[in-house]
Nanobody
Framework: QVALVESGGGLVQAGGSLRLSCKAS????????MGWFRRAPGKEREFVAA????????YYADSVKGRFTISRVIALNTVYLQMISLKPEDTAVYYC?????????????????WGQGTQVTVSS
């Protein structure tokens, strides 16, 4: 089992920045990738960004490329999502997830464990 705890969400004005953190605990040694997804009000959960745990390869949704950066610190079992130039449409609950399965980490079905989510609200 892997437990994930997100932090760093909050309220920010458009154009502002936030950094989300997600700390994993438990049986993390088999993790292949960690990802961030989000669910906006009235919408389905969507992929935001992912990073392969060992080689650090990154993946981004088109809507966040150039504004969001995903990174990890292996020794801390922690993944970060640095968000800049935030827009009101980035408002959502952001979820961290991990997968032990090889394959594209851009798909929700790949993931085994999920955090509870952290709210990000961007005001206009």
């Amino acid at each position: 089992q892997v437990a994930l705890v997100e932090s760093g969400g909050g309220l920010v004005q458009a154009g502002g920045s936030l950094r989300l953190s997600c700390k994993a605990s438990g049986r993390t040694f088999g993790t292949y990738a960690m990802g961030w997804f989000r669910r906006a009000p009235g919408k389905e959960r969507e992929f935001v960004a992912a990073i392969e745990r060992i080689d650090g390869a990154t993946y981004y949704a088109d809507s966040v490329k150039g504004r969001f950066t995903i990174s990890r610190v292996i020794a801390l079992n922690t993944v970060y999502l640095q968000m800049i130039s935030l827009k009101p449409e980035d408002t959502a609950v952001y979820y961290c997830a991990t997968t032990a399965k090889y394959g594209s980490p851009m798909f929700e079905a790949q993931y085994d464990y999920w955090g509870q989510g952290t709210q990000v609200t961007v005001s206009s």
